[in-house]
């Protein structure tokens, strides 16, 4: 089983941005497809993005695509996932989640979560 502990998340203005790490701690790290989810006060929580073992494959919410970008460093055991152009409606706690293949992960059928980080855009 993997470990994952978020950090990054904070408060920034509309247009800004945020970088978010989520470290991994135990057996193959790097075997697993890591993605983000978030959750927003009185809503379901959604997938974000998610990357492929080897970083080859990513996949992100339409709402998302073009402003976010997720990557990994397999050597660190860390999946990024860097935020530009926030928007209010991005609010919300960020968690990292570790899944076996890439239509698990998309289907919220996850290994391991994370904690979760609290990323805040105000405008």
């Known amino acids: 089983q993997v470990q994952l502990v978020e950090s990054g998340g904070g408060l920034v203005q509309a247009g800004g941005s945020l970088r978010l790490s989520c470290a991994g701690s135990?057996?193959?790290?790097?075997?697993?497809?890591v993605g983000w989810f978030r959750q927003a006060p009185g809503k379901e929580r959604e997938f974000v993005s998610a990357?492929?073992?080897?970083?080859?494959?990513?996949d992100y919410q339409d709402s998302v695509k073009g402003r976010f970008t997720i990557s990994r460093d397999n050597d660190k055991n860390t999946v990024y996932l860097q935020m530009n152009s926030l928007k209010p409606e991005d609010t919300a706690v960020y968690l990292c989640?570790?899944?076996?293949?890439?239509?698990?992960?998309?289907?919220?059928?996850?290994?391991?979560w994370g904690q979760g980080t609290q990323v805040t855009v105000y405008s």
């Open positions: 990357i492929s073992w080897r970083g080859t494959v990513t």
């Open positions: 989640a570790a899944a076996l293949n890439r239509d698990a992960m998309i289907q919220g059928r996850v290994r391991s």
């Open positions: 135990g057996r193959s790290f790097s075997a697993y497809v």
